[in-house]
T-cell receptor, first 109, second 117 residues
Framework: GQNIDQPTEMTATEGAIVQINCTYQTSGFNGLFWYQQHAGEAPTFLSYNVLDGLEEKGRFSSFLSRSKGYSYLLLKELQMKDSASYLCAVRDSNYQLIWGAGTKLIIKP | NAGVTQTPKFRVLKTGQSMTLLCAQDMNHEYMYWYRQDPGMGLRLIHYSVGEGTTAKGEVPDGYNVSRLKKQNFLLGLESAAPSQTSVYFC????????????????FGEGSRLTVL
């Protein structure tokens, strides 16, 4: 079966750095996405990785290792507004998205 | 630019009642999707459409029907609502599933919270 694993919840301090991991087992691979979802709101696109390596976008970076079936989202200089759920999704060989259950990130002052 | 708009935002139904959720997008996207989101679970695909007049089943299609009569609209119908269909429903659209410089990222509506008693 296809599976995406991410931690259920993480806590970090304002101004610090946090890394949210995602491991996947899917039928094929055609890209990995990270989305941010604030409570009661819609998911919004953060990043996309299809080749191994690091993609940087401001305070957010996403890393991919296809051989290990592993990705992480790195958030730097955490702000209170970063409190949200972070969803990892993998596009499989049929170009269908497989979603993780999301990681709820709590930022403390 | 409104993006993806869903109506209604909230609805309470009794078991056995029917209803339709409407999704409209103004980005001229070919692909549209209906997902449900339940606590502790990832987004689950109900049905999707790769273009006007086409629909296909997703991971959890039972109890739902869809129609895509116009490119900009994607309707999700519940013919006989059940308590198990209590959920938050998200519509999404994308230019395509992937290709070229396009990542195939999804643009989501604000969600429709449905409660079935």
């Amino acid at each position: 079966g296809q599976n995406i694993d991410q931690p259920t919840e993480m806590t970090a301090t304002e101004g610090a750095i946090v890394q949210i991991n995602c491991t996947y087992q899917t039928s094929g691979f055609n890209g990995l996405f990270w989305y941010q979802q604030h409570a009661g709101e819609a998911p919004t696109f953060l990043s996309y990785n299809v080749l191994d390596g690091l993609e940087e976008k401001g305070r957010f970076s996403s890393f991919l290792s296809r051989s290990k079936g592993y990705s992480y989202l790195l958030l730097k200089e955490l702000q209170m507004k970063d409190s949200a759920s972070y969803l990892c999704a993998v596009r499989d060989s049929n170009y269908q998205l497989i979603w993780g259950a999301g990681t709820k990130l709590i930022i403390k002052p | 630019n409104a993006g993806v708009t869903q109506t209604p935002k909230f609805r309470v139904l009794k078991t056995g009642q029917s209803m339709t959720l409407l999704c409209a997008q103004d980005m001229n996207h070919e692909y549209m999707y209906w997902y449900r989101q339940d606590p502790g679970m990832g987004l689950r695909l109900i049905h999707y459409s790769v273009g006007e007049g086409t629909t296909a089943k997703g991971e959890v299609p039972d109890g739902y029907n869809v129609s895509r009569l116009k490119k900009q609209n994607f309707l999700l119908g519940l013919e006989s609502a059940a308590p198990s269909q209590t959920s938050v429903y998200f519509c999404a659209s994308s230019y395509s599933s992937s290709g070229g410089a396009n990542t195939g990222e999804l643009f989501f509506g604000e969600g429709s919270r449905l409660t079935v008693l």
